[in-house]
Nanobody
Framework: QVSLVESGGGLVQAGGSLRLSCAAS????????LGWFRQAPGKEREFVAA????????YYANSVKGRFTISRGNAKNTVYLQMNSLKVEDTAVYYC?????????????????WGQGTQVAVSS
């Protein structure tokens, strides 16, 4: 059974840092892109960052570019999101996702598997 499990969320002050992790299991994800999305209360889920199957290409939403860094582990089934200089508006539930259904990594429809999410709260 395929499973994606996020961890690392929590409460942090504005300007602080958090590192999210996502462990994927149940099949090989070496040919899958891995991504992070987030959903704030009352808002739609939005793209945050993605990394291609090899780890050689990364993609970011403009709102997090320069502050967040996505990477994947050597076994290719783990993805990380280093979040620095956090802002109150980064508060959301963060979801990791895995997919190989296209080339537009910012589109949720490209992802087949999703985690349950981890809460990130940034206080002022």
């Amino acid at each position: 059974q395929v499973s994606l499990v996020e961890s690392g969320g929590g409460l942090v002050q504005a300007g602080g840092s958090l590192r999210l992790s996502c462990a994927a299991s149940g099949r090989t994800f070496r040919t899958y892109a891995l991504g992070w999305f987030r959903q704030a209360p009352g808002k739609e889920r939005e793209f945050v960052a993605a990394i291609n199957w090899s780890g050689g290409s990364t993609y970011y939403a403009n709102s997090v570019k320069g502050r967040f860094t996505i990477s994947r582990g050597n076994a290719k089934n783990t993805v990380y999101l280093q979040m620095n200089s956090l802002k109150v508006e980064d508060t959301a539930v963060y979801y990791c996702a895995a997919g190989n259904g296209g080339l537009d990594y910012s589109k949720a429809v490209m992802y087949t598997y999703w985690g349950q999410g981890t809460q990130v709260a940034v206080s002022s």
